[in-house]
């Protein structure tokens, strides 16, 4: 039930209406402490626009950006719709851009689960995605963007993994790199 911060929503539930504009709703089948998570990367990397903005750095303000467009990613505000069914390369698109988010969100100390990121994006079918997500997942981290790790130890993304492991953010992880 929608209380009087809720923004407005169109009839079919896949846009919020803020001064007469529509903008796309965040994906509903995300569980809420996944979205939240996300939600609050978000508006870090906001408040990081509005601070490289004001201290005119122009590096910074795009790396900010990036990690606001991730995260919009992350949460189905942007790139393929969630309500439409999607090509391989855009559910990757958004996978990646998930783990980049929760990632950069739980660093320094904390990791992610791959099946944090396959929740966050799946819904219900989250199980599905188990197998894209530990392919980006090693994509990522042949690229340096993200370290895999099992019971604390770095793995080599070149290998196979078997077991549980843990992903964290690298210093690169966030900005597009």
Known sequence: ???????????????????????????????????????????????????????????????????????????????????????????????EATVLTLAAHRAPDRTICPSDVARAAGGSGWRSLMEPVRDVVRDLARAGRVEVTQKGRALDPSTTWKGPVRIRATTAAGDGG
């Open 1 to 95: 039930m929608a209380d009087d911060r809720d923004p407005e929503r169109t009839e079919d539930g896949r846009w919020i209406v803020v001064d007469g504009r529509r903008w796309r709703a965040t994906d509903p089948s995300m569980p809420a402490p996944l979205r939240s998570e996300l939600v609050d990367e978000l508006m870090s990397a906001r408040r990081a626009v509005g601070a490289a903005r004001r201290s005119r750095h122009p590096e910074a303000e795009t790396a900010a950006r990036r990690r606001v467009h991730l995260a919009k990613l992350a949460l189905g505000e942007r790139g393929a719709p969630w309500w439409e069914p999607t090509t391989e390369d855009r559910r990757d698109e958004r996978l």
